[in-house]
């Protein structure tokens, strides 16, 4: 009697008359003798299968048997591709690796179930979040730093488990770069408001994939990354496939099988299987082409045969190599042609600005410890600045911009505070953006404020901080934090959030500010943008000491000026702050730790850039392209599962 049995990795076939002959993957899934609980996973086009998918398909238990095997290797790979993605972000700056990495995730998720998925992207996660995320930990203990790199990594777990559902369908690169910036989307507004660092798009600001961020913001920019990753992983596998020994290429005439499954002569149909008497031979069919190009080959040669085209089309337009790699030289050629206009910039008028770096008295989270010192470094900076321009080493400026937290003395309720502030705007002669911590409402809140400071009238306009940092400048869930960490208690009181864009009227210029880690955040710094001519960042990156956090801020800072074509002047309380021009690069920068003075005469651009008008539109459409594809992927799964499970006789259900 015929029986099945696996042997070196393949599925064999033993007949009745001793012959043993390898059967086909599908034959022995339907095998009655090997029938398992579980419906069978189609391969991948193209793929060989593994061991663990014809085990499984045979219905042979154990671990080589199960979908987990080789799950260690791969997961050992995923930590190696994260800490690859670590090394595309400042300080280092290799930001071609952003695309490698994605690319050696996405080869470790084929052919994977949800759940190694989720695990390899997890891994992946954690190898790229801890080391990234490190700053976090410096002051305050690694378990707030390793908690913050674990939720984060969690997101990228759920996107390794996507990514194995839309290899099924065909152009998947697109729906895995779609699924990314659906990740991105969530990860950056969940929970507290979400938290953006590591983005693909914030590794890019010397890429010219960055120009894409002037037509659909930061999220267009992370698609570009992660589509390039896709092609270079389906590059990779079609030109395996095309090399791999014994494989015949798209569009060759012959080639031999495998080296360990030899082409079998021809011989007549097995005894224990003839050919059915109510079928009758096929008819003859016109003799095939012959010439360049066509795919005929001699009946019972034992060669490999290309299937021929319908359409008629050459053997190069089929090759599998050739997708993606036009796919790439496409990719590379829209970022060469995405360079925009600087809006309005036939018309761009000139400002000069100062920014004063006060510097702080030590480093760590106690130099608040010593806020009046801080004050009068910004103070005395901005007063030597007013000697200069009076003894004509200077040109006047039309305005100050001092960095967030240069007074953390409430000016309204301290005198002494307020006195300070007017003397340095009376001497230099022209308005200054403060950065404030002011007290209230009530006793146990605080709010992180802009405030326009006029040499004449004193204070006026002022914008308040809408997204307080939490575990930072507020702290949720305080009594479970504080089991986690007793430094929670140094943010004695928890800072309110502003509700209104900043928007500010300084001297000559409409500006728009944000404060701190705000230009993390898409819609903040869109809402800045609008119709203004200026971006400033007021920054305070001294409790981070010398970590590489300022640096990655300031990558952020250069790709939305590129985002809304406008030139961004970054003031920071230690370092480093800079000005940085409409097409990202920067103008000026100081060192971190040292007092220092930035001033410079800079364009104020008219009008807005596509990103600016078009908003978070281009970042839903592409979160609703990678939902689509998650529903068009797992809808035959479903469907094929069930019609399995219909197909199963009575006593087959009934079998454990």
């Known amino acids: 009697m015929p029986g099945h049995r696996v042997a070196r990795g393949r599925l064999q076939t033993v007949s009745s008359s001793g012959s043993t002959t390898e059967s086909a993957v599908a034959t022995a899934a339907t095998d009655k003798t090997a029938a398992t609980d579980k419906p069978a996973q189609p391969l991948v086009a193209g793929e060989r299968p593994a061991l663990h998918n014809l085990a ?42 952003a695309a490698v990495s994605v690319a050696a995730l996405t080869a470790l998720l084929r052919g994977q179930r949800l759940r190694p998925g989720f695990a390899i992207g997890l891994v992946f996660g954690l190898a790229f979040f801890v080391p990234l995320l490190r700053w976090t930990g410096i002051y305050v203990g690694p378990a707030p ?7 984060q990594a969690v997101y990228l777990g759920l996107l390794g488990a996507a990514l194995t559902l839309t290899y099924r369908l065909p152009a998947w690169p697109v729906w895995t770069a779609a699924l990314w910036v659906a990740e991105e989307a969530l990860r950056d507004r969940a929970p507290f408001g979400g938290f953006p660092w590591g983005r693909l798009a914030f590794a890019e600001s010397n890429s010219p994939l960055a120009w894409f961020a002037a037509w659909g913001g930061a999220p267009l920019v992370t698609f ?8 270079l992983a389906a590059l990779g596998w079609a030109a395996a496939s095309a090399w791999r020994p014994g494989r015949p290429t798209a569009g060759a005439t ?13 011989r007549p149909a097995a005894p224990d299987r003839p050919a059915a008497p109510d079928r009758p031979a096929a008819p003859a069919g016109p003799a095939a082409p012959s010439g360049p190009g066509t795919t005929g080959t001699p009946a019972g040669s034992g060669a490999s045969v290309a299937p021929a085209d319908p359409a008629g089309r050459p053997p190069w337009h089929r090759h599998p190599v050739l997708r993606p790699a036009i796919g790439l030289v496409a990719v590379v050629a829209v970022a060469a042609l995405a360079h925009p206009p600087a809006p309005g910039s036939g018309g761009a008028r000139t400002v ?53 937290n240069a007074s953390d003395i409430d000016p309204f309720g301290n005198p002494d505070a307020g006195a300070l502030i007017d003397q340095a705007a009376q001497a230099i002669g022209v308005p200054i953006l403060v950065g404030a911590v002011l007290d209230g409402p009530g006793p146990d809140h605080t709010t992180n404020a802009g405030i326009v400071w006029d040499p004449v009238t004193g204070p006026g306009q002022r914008y308040v901080k809408r997204h307080p940092v939490p575990f930072g400048e507020y702290i949720p869930l305080r009594k479970v934090a504080r089991l986690v960490s007793k430094d929670v208690d140094l943010v004695g009181r928890d800072m309110v959030a502003g509700s209104e ?42 409790t981070f000491g010398r970590s590489d956090e300022t640096y990655q801020q300031l990558a952020m800072s250069r790709l939305r000026a590129i985002e809304h074509g406008q030139t961004v002047l970054v003031a920071a309380t230690s370092g480093v702050s800079a000005i940085i021009a409409p097409d990202g690069r920067v103008v ?10 930035l001033a410079a005469a800079v364009p104020v651009r008219a009008g807005s850039t596509l990103a600016t008008r078009l908003g978070a539109l281009p970042e839903w459409l592409l979160v609703a392209v990678a939902g689509a594809a998650l529903v068009a992927a797992a809808a035959p799964a479903i469907r094929a599962r069930r019609a399995d499970r219909v197909r199963l006789t009575p006593k087959e259900q009934e079998q454990p």
Not at 145 to 151: D, E, Q, S, V
Request: hydrophobic content about 45%; aromatic content about 6%.
């Open 56 to 97: 499984e398909r045979a219905g042979v238990r154990g671990r080589i048997g199960r979908v987990w095997a080789g799950l260690p290797g791969r997961l050992i790979a995923a930590a190696a591709s994260g800490g690859l993605l670590v090394l595309a972000f400042p300080p280092y700056g290799a930001w071609p690796l």
């Open 145 to 151: 730093w390793l908690i913050l790199a674990g939720a």
């Open 224 to 231: 570009a990354v992660a589509l390039t990753g896709g092609l």
């Open 501 to 542: 864009p900043g928007r500010l009227r300084v001297g000559p210029v409409e500006l728009g500010d944000v404060i701190c880690f705000e230009v993390a955040y898409d819609g903040i710094v869109r809402d800045a943008a609008r119709g203004t001519g200026l971006l400033v960042v007021q920054t305070n990156n001294a």
């Open 254 to 266: 012959t080639a031999p099988g495998p080296p360990d499954r030899p082409a079998a002569p021809d």
């Open 588 to 597: 000026q920068r100081s060192a971190v730790f040292t007092p220092d003075l």
């Open 352 to 404: 000069r600005v100062a920014l004063v770096q006060g510097n702080v008295p030590r480093l760590g989270l106690d130099f608040n410890a010593q806020r009046e010192a801080v004050l009068r470094n910004h103070v005395q900076r901005t007063l030597d600045l007013a000697g200069e321009v009076k003894a004509g080493r200077q040109p006047q400026p039309q305005l100050v911009i001092w960095p967030e």
